[in-house]
C-alpha cells in the first residue's frame, strides 16, 4: 500500500526553525519526485519546493528561496523540508505528494501528484 507520512511540524516563533519530514512506504523513491506544497486556511495549495530522482534537481517557490532547502535520503525512503527563518505567513498545512519523475512537468502543479500524505501543521507565531 503506497502511503506518505508528514512529520515535524508544530508551533514556533517567528525566526524559528523546524524540519518536516515525509515518510514514503508501499514504493522507493528512486523512481520519483517528491514535492512539498501547504495550505493556509482560505487559500490555495500552493508548491513550496520538490526534489526530482532523476538528477537531483531542486526546485523552490520564491517564497522558500533562501529559507528552505529540501533533501532526500533514499535510504530511508525519506524526504526532509528544513525550513529557516519562519515566517507567520508560513503558517500552513504542510503537505509531500509523490509523482513518477519522468511525467512531472510544472513542479508547483498539485495536479500532477499521484500520491498524498495527510498534511502536518506548521504554526509560526510568538
Known amino acids: 500500500q503506497v502511503q506518505l507520512v508528514e512529520s515535524g511540524g508544530g508551533l514556533v516563533q517567528p525566526g524559528g526553525s523546524l524540519r518536516l519530514s515525509c515518510a514514503a512506504s508501499?514504493?522507493?523513491?528512486?523512481?520519483?519526485?517528491i514535492g512539498w506544497f501547504r495550505q493556509a486556511p482560505g487559500k490555495e495549495r500552493e508548491g513550496v519546493s520538490c526534489i526530482s530522482s532523476s538528477d537531483g534537481r531542486l526546485h523552490y517557490a520564491d517564497t522558500a528561496k533562501g529559507r528552505f532547502t529540501i533533501s532526500r535520503d533514499n535510504a530511508k525512503n525519506t524526504v526532509y523540508l528544513q525550513m529557516n527563518s519562519l515566517r507567520p505567513e508560513d503558517t500552513a498545512v504542510y503537505y509531500c505528494?509523490?509523482?513518477?519523475?519522468?511525467?512531472?512537468?510544472?513542479?508547483?502543479?498539485?495536479?500532477?501528484?499521484?500520491?498524498w500524505g495527510q498534511g502536518t501543521q506548521v504554526t509560526v507565531s510568538s
Open positions: 508501499g514504493f522507493t523513491l528512486d523512481y520519483y519526485a
Open positions: 505528494a509523490a509523482t513518477r519523475y519522468w511525467v512531472l512537468r510544472l513542479w508547483d502543479s498539485a495536479s500532477e501528484y499521484d500520491y
